[in-house]
């Protein structure tokens, strides 16, 4: 049976709802934005394989920089989604002392972990249960980045991201601007909403204000420049 499509915003319930394509709506209330209906899970991670969304060693170190600028030498550091860890492997060129473990649903982790591109690989999802109970408080810095957009329930991988940081920790998160210059330009063509494999769109304003009722301090977030498809924030758990 199909997926049924559902009637109000997964984000804040308001039923005032309209398409931005056949499969992706917006919610006129808090513009979250949104598949509709969200494909089963199994799809997104084939479609992820077949079109794996994939930053650049640039950004990588990129972002890798603006945490240097808030947290110069963590100890240990999990990158969530990591894939094959190019961001860790990336990102240890700046921390050569920070111990970089790596969280993903498929066996890739594992394989970079073979590859000693990460030290500890975990094989499963950031809510799990055993993920949340294991790692509890074990990080200075946790990263969702190119992830929150692919999850069912984004609110419940930041409260498991938060639950892994220790207090002071960070959390850094990249993820598509739904109200970038960029993606109002394009309208239905701008290619973040197109893709099969992106479940949640999050207004930055949306997230921010998640983060600070979760008792978080955010630095400035980020757009690379204006017509920038994402933006970055950091948080720092109270």
């Known amino acids: 049976m199909p997926p049924a499509r559902r009637d109000d915003c997964p984000w804040c319930g308001s039923k005032l709802l309209r398409a931005r394509t056949r499969a992706v709506d917006e919610c006129r209330d ?4 949104f598949q509709n209906p969200q494909r089963p899970v ?23 920089r603006a945490m240097m600028r808030l947290r110069p030498e963590p100890e240990s550091w999990l990158d969530v989604g990591t894939r094959d860890a190019g961001f860790p492997e990336t990102a240890r060129e700046l921390f050569p002392y920070t111990s970089f ?12 972990r073979t590859a000693d591109r990460i030290e500890e690989a975990y094989v499963g999802n950031l809510p799990d249960p ?8 074990r990080y200075d810095v ?7 957009h692919h999850t069912s329930d ?6 498991a991201a938060l639950t892994l940081l220790r207090n002071g920790g960070h959390l850094v998160i990249e993820t598509p601007n739904p109200q970038s210059a ?5 309208g239905r063509r701008w290619r973040p909403q197109t893709h099969p494999g992106h479940t949640h769109l999050i207004p930055l304003d949306n997230l921010r204000t998640e983060l600070e009722s979760r008792g978080c301090t955010l630095s400035s977030p980020l757009s690379r420049t204006r017509f920038s498809t994402t933006y970055r924030l950091i948080a720092c758990k109270a």
């Open 154 to 159: 984004p609110r419940a991988e930041l409260q």
């Open 182 to 186: 960029l993606a109002t330009l394009l």
């Open 130 to 137: 055993h993920i949340t109970t294991i790692l509890r408080a």
């Open 101 to 112: 473990d790596g969280l993903d649903p498929t066996p890739l982790v594992v394989q970079a």
């Open 142 to 148: 946790v990263s969702l980045l190119n992830h929150l």
């Open 42 to 64: 199994e799809d997104r991670l084939l479609e992820e394989h077949v079109k794996p969304c994939s930053a650049t060693r640039r950004q990588h170190l990129l972002t890798a």
């Open 30 to 33: 808090c513009a979250h934005v």
